[in-house]
């Protein structure tokens, strides 16, 4: 099979394929641009393996960084561009179900495709568009399936976080997952206890983010790896619902994360430990808070101005996007417009500061004040009072007299 256009970034590489067989080596594209090549999706980045060892590669090219040699991968320079490329290698005895306890560079390709997770990674290219299908892999992706490479039980004993790469995968592409190898996450998904967090936390994301969440939600509560990601144990059927939301692909992290939270009820303090349980960071974790606050006041009620300004307008626009999971109709630019129309967007352009109070009011410093501040802010924020100096200190002295 030949691949009849060949994406430009395949044609950028081709120096660097055609330098290495210059040498005597092979070399080709493989992995997950050659994957999206065919189903004429979008490429991140070319992946290019070689029968070239790292030491030769390095004496091939001028300019390369040593990026993880230890795995057999050289980054090559050449004018603002930067590739990968990795030794063929094997990966033997998997002892902690994770890492392999031994890389071994070989210059067979088959050995090389031979130990990569699913027959639609497995498929390699040549400059030409050439397809080299050892594993029968142009036949899945044609039929829209999942298969592990060879034995799946074997090579989810060898890495167990390849099965909820299957289940990405099977989201991400809308893809089902091949009978044996979903049997197999089925029998061995308590092998996932042994990966870390954060390597799950990506994998799960992506699940989220895919283009049919069911395909990859549903096999992962049926499969029963659920039962091993962080904080989901006693969430099997609230994970249902989180499939049978309207099929519309979220966005963004942060969005894909504030559904769940949302979904699964996990309310007030504990949205926090949830998030923390799945490593994320503390950014990304501020931001869901805010998300789901955001959602919870917004499926009940329109927006108000101290909502608006406490959550900013980034995060009110996808709040108001999100309601379209709940039937909601989003009307994103009257969110813009009356965030535009709030009088002040910060706290810090609020027309009086600490000082002037302390100044004006004449008492010892203490929690008055900070109180003090928030209300003249929420009071300017709803409108009651306009952002003026004089009539902060006016309404600060009534406030202060009513005490
Ligand atoms: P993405 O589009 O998310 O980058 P990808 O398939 O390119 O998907 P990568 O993690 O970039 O995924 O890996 C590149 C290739 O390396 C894969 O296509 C696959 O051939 C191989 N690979 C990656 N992770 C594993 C793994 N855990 N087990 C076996 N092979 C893997
Ligand atoms: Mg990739």
Redesign the pocket.
């Known amino acids: 099979m030949k691949l009849e256009s060949i994406p430009e970034e395949f044609i950028r590489a081709e120096v660097v394929l055609k330098e290495i067989q210059a040498h005597g080596f092979e070399a080709y594209f493989?992995?997950?641009?050659v994957?999206?090549a065919l189903l004429e999706k979008p490429i991140?980045?070319v992946?290019i393996a070689t029968s070239a060892y790292p030491e030769e590669i390095k004496k091939i090219f001028s300019r390369t960084i040593d990026v993880g040699i230890e795995h057999g991968t050289v980054l090559i320079l050449i004018g603002d561009e930067q590739y990968e490329v990795t030794t063929f290698r094997t990966e033997s005895t998997y002892q902690d179900f994770r890492r392999p306890d031994e890389v071994t560079f070989v210059r067979s390709l088959k050995e090389d495709l031979k130990?990569?997770?699913?027959t639609i990674?497995?498929l390699a290219m040549t400059c030409d568009g050439e397809v080299i299908d050892l594993f029968d892999g142009m036949n899945d992706l044609k039929m829209n399936v999942i298969c592990a490479v060879g034995n799946a039980k074997e090579?989810f004993h060898?890495?167990a976080?390849?099965m909820m790469?299957g289940l990405r995968?099977a989201s991400?592409l809308d893809f089902t997952i091949e009978e044996k190898t979903l049997t197999a996450i089925q029998d061995f998904h308590s092998l996932l206890g042994k990966i870390s967090v954060e390597r799950i936390a990506i994998e799960f994301s992506?699940l989220l983010l895919g283009k049919n969440r069911k395909a990859g939600l549903l096999p992962f509560v049926e499969t029963e790896c659920y039962l091993y990601c962080p904080g989901l144990q006693t969430y099997g059927t609230a994970l249902l619902r989180l499939a049978d939301l309207p099929d519309r692909q979220i966005e963004h992290e942060s969005e894909a994360w504030a559904l769940l939270v949302y979904i699964l009820e996990i309310e007030g303090d504990s949205v926090r430990s949830f998030l923390k349980k799945w490593k994320l960071s503390n950014q990304l974790i501020q931001t869901v808070q805010k998300l789901v606050v955001g959602l919870q006041h917004r499926l009940n009620n329109q927006w108000q101005a101290e909502v608006m300004f406490q959550l900013g307008l980034d995060v009110a626009l996808s709040v108001e996007k999100l309601l379209f999971y709940f039937g909601g109709n989003s009307k994103l630019e009257d969110v813009q417009k009356q965030y535009a129309a709030l009088p002040i967007h910060d706290k810090s352009e609020l027309a009086v500061s600490g000082n002037d109070l302390l100044r004006s009011i004449q008492k010892k410093p203490g929690r008055w004040l900070g109180d003090l501040i928030e209300e003249l802010l929420a009071a300017v924020i709803n409108g009651q009072v306009s952002n003026e100096k004089e009539a902060l200190l006016d309404m600060a002295h009534e406030k202060i007299n009513k005490e």
């Open positions: 493989v992995g997950g641009s994957r999206d991140h980045d992946d130990r990569r997770d699913f990674n497995a090579r060898e890495d976080l390849r790469r995968f991400q992506k």
